[in-house]
């Protein structure tokens, strides 16, 4: 038998009970209200596709992106391969342009030697010329008479043939060597008797003229050289004025007038 407290004993546990189930069962409905409902099968493709096309987008901006960077970098290329053939272009040029100033200096340099050679030349000739100028101011000056190449001085003393070739010695001359019938006329115009720098002093009637070299166009006067009565006459001077053929052979030893030649 189920006394009354018991009765209530048991109530009280199943509206306990009861109350448990209606706390479970409100909280199974608040779980079940935070679950996403199941999604249908087209949506889930629709979602596919829009998360496809999301990455094929990316791609292809990563693609445009790239294919701009290499279409940048390549035009950036080819601009630094264009100025390095236009530097290499503009130092080949400055090589070459180098080299032709490298010969024209060389060529320069060669002129120059030349200029130089021929100033000098004409600097060497310049100093001759003015030594002959002054040579022939100083004959001049002395009284000597200028024929054809050469000064020419009568002495106003007699002296014997060696002395009288002494004395033009000491004047820078010889005695007068006469090679041609000018000269031979020009010799006629002194009146007295003149040693001439002919003489066979060396070997007799081998006449030899004072720079050494033999007798070719000789003018003697007639029935001359005679080496009269052997009196050894070796020298040779103008004794026929008047006549073209003037020249005598005479002693060495006798003393006459005598005519210095400086040939210029
Ligand atoms: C002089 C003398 C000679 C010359 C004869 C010619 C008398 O001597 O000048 O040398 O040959 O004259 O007659
Ligand atoms: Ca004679």
């Not at 005598?248 to 005519?259: K, L, M, T, V």
Request: glycine share 4%; proline share 2%; charged share 25%.
């Amino acid at each position: 038998m189920v006394s009354f407290e018991e009765e209530l004993e048991i109530s009280s546990i199943h509206e306990n009970l009861e109350d448990v189930s209606a706390r479970n069962a409100a909280s199974r409905r608040s779980v079940e209200d935070f679950k996403v409902p199941a999604a249908a099968p087209g949506m889930k493709m629709y979602r596919l596709v829009v998360v496809s096309f999301g990455l094929l987008c990316i791609l292809q901006a990563a693609l445009n992106i790239s294919l701009r960077l290499t279409l940048y970098l390549e035009a950036g290329c080819n601009n630094l391969t264009e100025e390095r053939d236009d530097l290499k272009r503009t130092l080949e040029n400055y090589v070459s342009q180098q080299n032709s100033l490298t010969e024209e200096r060389d060529e320069m340099k060669r002129i120059n030697l030349d200029l130089e050679a021929g100033r000098n030349l004409l600097t060497e000739e310049n100093h001759g010329l003015k030594r002959t100028l002054e040579e022939y101011a100083h004959y001049l000056q002395q009284g000597w008479v200028y024929f054809s190449g050469s000064f020419y001085r009568i002495s106003s003393t007699m002296k014997t043939w060696q002395d009288s070739r002494r004395d033009c010695q000491q004047r820078g001359a010889d005695l007068m060597i006469i090679n041609s019938q000018e000269e031979q006329d020009f010799s006629r115009q002194y009146k007295n008797i003149i040693w001439i720098g002919l003489m066979d002093r060396d070997t007799e009637g081998e006449w030899t003229w004072v720079d050494g070299t033999q007798l070719t166009t000789s003018f003697w006067y007639s029935g001359e050289p005679n080496n009269y009565l052997n009196k050894n006459e070796d020298c040779v001077n103008i004794n026929h004025h008047d006549h073209q053929n003037s020249w005598n052979d005479a002693p060495c030893e006798n003393e006459y007038f005598w005519i210095c030649e400086k040939k210029m």
